[in-house]
């Protein structure tokens, strides 16, 4: 029986009403990447690439390049700020190639096709207007898509993950070392750079699956084992560990079976997201909520969803969206724990029916993060329902509204039905006006 | 006192079909009789039962040189259908009206016979003692052997209801002159190629006694002519005049005037058949034989070389040989064209003239709400070319010249603005009550009346008679049992034809004096139906230039506006000010209150104190001053907007007024229900009104409204679930058997709003697990429900989005939906309803959807109901004026909003869409919790 949280069909707060279902891939779409503020690219395994209008749905460009899935992509604008901003993304392949697209005109500017790997992560140093491709070995390209060097081999797996860190360095998640790289300015040529591997990090246990940059100073790692380590991104130092912390003795009421069904996938740090206080964690099935100042995970969601959570995200307004294999999305609010005159309330019974019984659950919800010790909960506000299946990503749009894409081939665009409708009779107006249809004749 | 409903709950209805068993006869006390032709099966507005006839025919008959009027053949092919109607006799009579066959041949002036092209006569004639009225078209046939080259032909619509031919005048006389077009365009063909080959034998015998004379010139050298020779000459001279006769014939009916083939409406050539093999019946077999014979006989394929023979030079006698039949002087492929158009005319105007006329206003409003039409309307049936376009020709014969008064003095005002082409339908439908229909000498009385304008126009006449007769004249021809009463009608009866043919006859050589739109009555009425007071009342007023403004008997229907009219009007007018001026707080319907032009209400007008509706609807007409004409004239167009509010704040319904304007709605439809229940007992006579090309459509109507009646009587949570649908919220008809949920998805899908011009939004059978983007696409859906495995399945997608669909079980008999606590689905659908039979169930589902869509029209097309009107003003405010006008102005309850707001969303989207470029199929939802509804 599970223990997830529903919150039934009464969702005040929840302005997702509307949505719109953008067909196109014919295989799982695992990336969403935004372009710029109205447009999107999409990519999955059926290596092609679409662009879209986050507004109207509408399909902007089909590219098609790759031969096989596309295993990571990046946006890639020009940082010249004086001339009209180009918009190119560089998507790469399990067909060994990286292929930089032009946004603008939908055409394939380049295709770099030199690689002895996949290439798994491909990140953009807009400081350095370079780009950096992680595969087997690490390499760092111009603008012009010209190779400028390269690490030696590094592993057959390869690498996983790559965030930028102060002062030209990066780090790179491989296996289950992590290894920063500094970019030295090389002193033969004139705008080549160096790679240099500067320090090892062995600290995890298994595989780190993430790698997030919290700020200037911190960045923060998570393992397969679901370890989580905030690290100095200064001097690489470990800042503080949580391991485990799951299945923490703090919880009184774990049910046993519970635990005995953790594996190890339970457990895996799937994705990571900070903003400038906390970590947000995706945990197996759970969200965690850590505390950088406290150190502390000061709110968590056992179960969030049915299944894992795939990718979490930090809205603006203190809440969060998860979306899991489940093919739910789910939107979270951080609230303050509040003292709550603890109702007995005979619970469980009523998820059977599952509506109506919202704010009891909420309640509940309440109760044991009272009892859990932390400051904090997450609320369930919300929950978009519309994927057959896992629920790869999404990306949000502030009040364009919210991309997911899903292992069931579709992206879906949710929206706020109440902007739409507002929009539409601006639009019905503006239509009339240009029509001529308000003047009198 | 007993209230109406319950009245009409006790009168005798006729069941539906398909449910035989009748209940236990009422007490006699308590049964009200419906009718009093009602045991004679008869409809009401049948006035005349004589007639020898089943139904309307078409009837093609030729003035023969030879034996006179004779009938040629008839449409329905049927010997049935005239029955005993001596067809002899009736051409006899059809032909005697035309008097003003064209002369043809040496005009005084000119050396060669000339060819007329005439413009067909078409005439309306009445025997009352045959109970026939017939609309009868005159054309010409040339025929090269032919008595001055013309054969006088008519085609006749005969019908046993008067009032059909006269209201539906304009439209037959357009139908069967476009049927006359095509049957003279072959027929010109066929003679041209008849001169043609006239020619080549003149030709080929000038050749022959050429060589004869020379041969004789040569045989005899004398130097002197024999009187062979002589003979030959002449013969020879005489075949030289004929040659030049003949190609001076040619040039002419090759030069005819090809005008009419440019207008925009004519065409002769298009093959209007595709629809008629929709159509079944007895006509099946005609229909499709009629196909047939294009295909084969293709007029293009064959081009016969042709050996031209000697012509003799005495000609037989005209009596000797055989005259050319109908098919043989008119080019095949026309021939069969214009049979095909004049079945196609017997089908168009088949049934009761209240259903043609019904049909005729209701395209008409249709086509004045082109942006909400896509909604509810059956788009094939907008699309399609409708009979009834010319309607300016919808009007009745009785009222013609006040309507023709009236569009002169106040021209029509144009529609310029499409969004003010649109029309509350539901509010404006003009259909009179006249109040001299309880006067049991009814027909008599619009007779006479017609009567009277008639003869004023003819006194006219007698002065100034080409100038008249060159316009709609309408003349009366009073034969010998007419009342003794009518003294110039008598002086017109011993003289049978008109002065009119000497006017025409003596204008040798022009066209018909009397063109296009002279319209006869020659009535032999008996005497009995016609009253002489009436005409001793109102034949000196006739003379008058106002004829009726002043007589109180007969002059009901000349008077423009009608009191109750008035009435309502300062009613409404008054109340609207109210309104206006209790909403201040709306920034609308403020600024020019004065122009609010309120119309006649449908509930109000429908019935009369009985509640039966005995007169049939009177024709739309376009020169109605109703919205187009307020806001042509409002200041700007948001005080044209705010204007157009009040008339849709349907104060009656919400305002008390509600229950009363219910009954008396269900009253009406329930009267017309039983009048179309009579209609149909008497299918003999009228049989199965219908539009060709709706002929399915309409039968898929009838079967909807049966099943939806159906519903709503068994399932007492159809409110919620009618609810769902026209609030766009997927309804999902759950059940094993296939028939069953099929059933419920017909009966539910008349309620179902249409995304966008294409077909309705409604899947009836699905067996595979539903997904977000069936919901997006469909908004009624009929699930298979299976214990296999994959039936798991497909209740598990169902449970996994049951946020956006409302689940109705057909086995269980259960709904899951939301709550529904608003008021118009419970006139939608109420399950006490009276109205027994699914076509009229589905009229009044569509005249309730009707005003629905005018109100989502209003809410659309409100700017400041949407949008600010300044900058600085914040959205609550808007928000609250849009729910403000929602639930005061448009009176609408709780659930009901999300309705209009619904279907103002696909009217904005309709509206922003591309052209070329489909609607972006979206799917809104709520998040409101559903609960199960049971029986």
Known sequence: KSSVQTIGEEQIQNPYTELLVLKGHQDIVRFLVQIDDCRFASAGDDGIIFLWNAQTGEKLFELHGHTHKITAIAPFSSSDASEEKNHLILTASADKTVIVWDCTTGRQVQKVSCFHSTVKCLTVLQRLDVWLSGGSDLCVWNRKLDLLCTTSHLTDAGISALVELPKNCVAAAVGKELII???IASSDKSEGWDVLEVKRLVDHHDNILSLVSVNDLTFVTGSHVGELIVWDALDWTKQACECNFWDSSVQPDAQPEIKLSQSTNETSVQHLTSDEECVFAAVGKGIYVYNLQMKRVIACQRTAHDSSVLHIEKLPNRQLI?????GSVRIWELREKQQLPAEPVPTGFFNMWGFGRANKQANQAAKKMQENTTMHFLELVGDLIGHSSAVQMFLYFGELGLVTCSADHLIILWKDGERESRLRSLTLFQKLAQNGDLQLK | MISAPDVVAFTREEEPADEPCREPPLPEEYSVPLCPFAGHGANPW???????????????????????PQPLLTIPDDAKVPGSFDLNYFSLRIMSVDYQASFVGHPPGSAYPKLNFVEDSKVVLGDSKEGAFAYVHHLTLYDLEARGFVRPFCMAYISADEHKIMQQFQELSAEFSKASECLKTGNRKAFASELEKKLKDLDYTRTVLHNETEIQKKANDKGYYTTQAIEKANELASVEKSIIEHQDLLKQIRSYPYRKLKDSDFHPY????????????????????????PGETNPYSRVPSYTPKLIKAKSAKCFDKKLKTLEELCDIYFFTQTLDQLHQIERTFRGDVCYLLTNQISRALLKQQSITNFLFEDVSFLGEKAPG??????????????????????????????????????????IKMEQDIEDPQEPAMTESITFEHQENLDYLDADIKGSISSGESIEVLGTEKSASGLTKSESQASLPISPSPQVGRSKVGSRRTISEDSIEVLSTCPSESLIPEDFK????????????????EGGLRFTPKLSPDNADEQEDGSNLENLAQVDSACCIGKESPNFLEPLPSLGQKLCDEDGVVRIPPQPYRQAEQGLCGSFASSPHHDGALGGLLPHELDSRYPAGGR?????????????????????????????????PACLANERHKKKAGQNALRFIRQYPFAHPAIYSLLSGRTLIVLGEDEAIVKKLVTALSIFVPNCGVYAKPVKHWVTSPLHVVDFQKWKLIGLQRTASPAGVNVLHALSRYSRYVSILDADSKTLRCPLYKGTLVSRLADHRTQIKRGSTYYMHVQSVLTQLCSKAFLFTFCHHLHLPITDREPEESVVNRRMNFLKLHLGLANEDIKIVQYLAELLKLQYIQEPGQGVNPLLRFDYVPSFLYKI
């Open chain 2, 659 to 691: 229950e009363v304007s219910r009954t008396s709605l269900d009253e009406c439809s329930d009267s017309t229900s039983y009048i179309s229940s009579a209609a149909s007992t008497c299918s003999d006579r009228t049989p199965s009104p219908a539009h």
């Open chain 1, 322 to 326: 998860s979306c899991s294999e489940d």
């Open chain 2, 537 to 552: 009342a109102s034949y000196p007023s006739a003379i008058n230039e106002e004829p009726y403004a002043d007589d109180e």
């Open chain 2, 46 to 68: 049948a006035k005349v039962a004589s007639s020898k006839f089943s139904r309307d025919f078409i009837l093609i008959s030729e003035f023969s040189e030879q034996v006179g």
């Open chain 2, 389 to 430: 376009k010319q309607y300016r020709g919808c009007r009745g014969l009785s009222q013609d010249a006040t309507d023709r008064k009236c569009s002169e003095e106040t021209p029509a005002p144009k529609v310029v603005i499409s969004l003010g082409s649109y029309k509350s339908s539901v509010e404006c439908v003009p």
């Open chain 1, 181 to 183: 790289f500094r970019l």
């Open chain 2, 270 to 293: 298009e093959p209007e058949c595709a629809l008629d093999q929709a159509s079944v019946g007895s006509d099946q077999d005609l229909a499709t034989s009629d196909l047939a014979e």
